[in-house]
């Protein structure tokens, strides 16, 4: 799965999250905006930082800005 044409990620980068049981869990933090919305900020736990589900999870912000009419159809 590719990235959607309309995202531009602006800054990658680690951290830690405070977990309900106390623990601290890495995270990839990714800030990216879509066409002229944004920014957007996504969180990927170590099981996550893969690039299928990575793009998956930023692909949605771009598929509910179009199905709301704020960008596009794609290919438009």
């Not at 990216?32 to 589900?53: D, I, K, L, M, Y």
């Not at 999870?57 to 009419?69: D, P």
């Amino acid at each position: 799965m590719e990235l959607d044409k309309q995202i531009t990620v602006r800054k990658v980068t680690h951290s830690a999250k405070a977990m309900p049981d106390g623990n601290f869990a890495k995270v990839l933090v990714y800030e990216f905006s879509v066409g002229t919305h944004g920014p957007f900020r996504e969180e990927f736990f170590v099981n996550e930082q893969h690039t299928e589900a990575i793009n998956h999870r930023l692909n949605m912000h771009a598929a509910l800005l179009r199905s709301t009419g704020a960008l596009p159809p794609e290919g438009a």
